[in-house]
């Protein structure tokens, strides 16, 4: 049975939040940042979009526009950007009920549901932890060790 892939709208807002971070208050485009996730520029300004109405962004339209950082790198937990882009629980559980006649059907969800949401839990205090200027520090720190002579556009 194939596996349902993870969404990606968390890699691409926190890879979206470092480049806004690296360009130090800046207003950067959308096609900009979406040249650099790799993916088109609709993506990007709806996760901006999900992004602003959180809180960790500011946009701006016209000439001159785009988006920046609405508050410090150093205050924005990676529990916030996926707060602000991913939508419902980390595990779903199956559209169609289980046989509540089979004693496994009757009894699967509430047993996995105490142990998936520990999971989600632990998941959620992880990124708690970690902020969107250490992202950018561990990028900058593989950038100046893996190519010295380069710089990040």
Do not use: W
């Not at 559209?95 to 998941?123: K, M, Q, W, Y």
């Amino acid at each position: 049975m194939k596996r349902p892939s993870m969404s990606t709208r968390f890699a691409v807002a926190v890879h979206t939040l470092a480049f806004l971070n690296d360009a130090r208050g800046e207003a950067v485009r959308s096609d900009t940042i979406a040249e650099s996730v790799n993916t088109n520029p609709v993506v990007i300004r709806r996760l901006l979009a999900c992004l602003a109405r959180c809180g960790l962004v500011s946009t701006q339209l016209g000439t001159g526009g785009g988006a920046r950082l609405a508050k410090s790198a150093d205050d924005i937990t990676l529990l916030e950007v996926h707060e602000a882009v991913e939508v419902g629980p980390l595990f779903e559980t199956p559209r169609a009920s289980p046989n509540s006649e089979c004693h496994i059907g009757a009894n699967i969800l509430p047993v996995l549901d105490r142990f998936t949401s520990r999971a989600e839990r632990a998941l959620q205090a992880e990124l708690a932890k970690v902020t969107v200027a250490q992202v950018s520090r561990s990028i900058q720190n593989r950038v100046r060790r893996y190519t010295p002579r380069q710089r990040v556009p």
